[in-house]
Structures are given as C-alpha cells and as structure tokens.
C-alpha cells in the first residue's frame, strides 16, 4: 500500500513537471511571436493553452484524491498540500504566456513593441525561459539547495523590468500611449512569471524541509 502511495507522489511530481515545461516553452514561443510579430506562433500559443488548463485540473485531482483515500500527515501531508498550491502557480505561469500572446494578436500585424525595448523582451524571455526549467528542474530533484538559487535570476528579472520603466519615463518616448500601456503590460507579464517560478521553489523548499526560505512571498497574481 506505502509503495503505491509513492508511486502516486511520484506521479504527481512528475506531473507538475511537466506542466512547468509546458509552460516555459509556452512564454519561450509567446516571446518569439511578440519580437517577430508572428500571428501564427501567437495564436499556437493560445491554443495550446488548453493542454496546461487540462494538467492543472487532473493535477489538483489527483492531489485531492491523495488526501482522500491516503489521509496522509506529517511530511506527506505538507507535501500534497504545497502541490496543490504550486499547481495554481504553474497555471498561472501559463496564463501569462498566454496573455503575451494574446497582445501580439492584437496588435497584428503592427509589432506591439517599439524597436528600441526590443532588446529588454528579449532578455527577459531569456530569463523567463531559464526560470521555467529551473522550476520544473527542482520539481523534479526536490533539491533545496538547487531552488534556493533561482532567486538569482529572478533578481535579474527584476532589474530588466525597473530599467524598463526608466525607458517609459524618458521624455524621449515617441511611441504614444498605446504603446505604453502594451509595454508596462507585457513587462509586468514577464515580471510575475519570474515570481510564480521562485514560488514553485519556495514550496518545493517547504515540502522538503518543512519551511519557507526567508525571502517574500508571490504576493499578486
């Protein structure tokens, strides 16, 4: 019975993996269709959306048919409760993705973005990228040492999007209001996956140590 309980830990680990992968490849391709305004990358984007929808669903039920049957305590108990909140963040990763691309189609077939912070979206789809395999990387090691470093680049996300603003204040901006708005959107986008990908390391350090690392909180959707 104890194996099969294990197994079925496992295969909700496994699981949440997953969908972090599918969710960094989802803000991966949502980056290229902003920076190319590619209307049909966009809109593989908004389709595929259904798929990380679907996991999170069959996630949480496996989570809550865990606690159902199994009635786990201590330790096991504290790991399916964090799953089921790193499973709301990982939807939540994927609804940013998708609300990058949905800019992009919008927006086409003009680009969203202005040429001149072109370069600050690359890199921060970059970085977007690299927080989304780390966290499914430490959802799969369940290494706390391993999460504790992702703050790292999300400190670097941090930067891009406050020397973003610095761009949108200069009284060199010519691009009009539109196109403001579309850019403080889409950095705040970029911003908050960072955030919810350091939160899925924060409850992974919970699950296996028992508490959270002192850095803040995922405080906004």
């Not at 927080?131 to 999300?154: K, M, T």
């Amino acid at each position: 019975m104890r194996t099969a309980y294990h197994d079925q830990l496992a295969a909700l680990s496994t699981r949440l993996g997953d969908m972090c992968g599918l969710s960094g490849r989802a803000m991966e391709r949502a980056t290229q269709s902003l920076l190319q305004a590619d209307l049909l990358l966009a809109e593989q984007v908004i389709s595929d959306h259904d798929q990380i929808t679907r996991m999170s669903a069959q996630a949480e039920e496996e989570a809550f048919m865990i606690l159902a049957l199994q009635a786990p305590v201590a330790g096991d108990l504290r790991s399916i409760i964090a799953a089921i909140q790193i499973v709301a963040d990982i939807d939540r990763m994927g609804a940013l993705a998708l609300h990058v691309a949905k800019i992009t189609r919008r927006r086409h077939p003009q680009h969203a973005l202005p040429e001149e912070v072109n370069g600050y979206f690359a890199e921060m789809g970059r970085l977007a990228v690299e927080l989304g395999n780390s966290a499914r990387e430490v959802l799969l090691s369940r290494d706390p040492e391993q999460a504790a470093r992702i703050h790292e680049d999300d400190d670097a996300m941090d930067d891009l999007h406050r020397h973003l603003f610095t761009v949108l204040m200069d009284r060199e901006w010519r691009h009009g209001v539109a196109a403001a708005v579309d850019v403080t959107l889409l950095g705040r986008f970029y911003e908050r996956f960072a955030d919810h990908a350091v939160e899925v390391a924060r409850r992974v350090i919970f699950q296996v140590t028992g508490t959270f690392p002192e850095e803040r909180a995922c405080d906004t959707p």
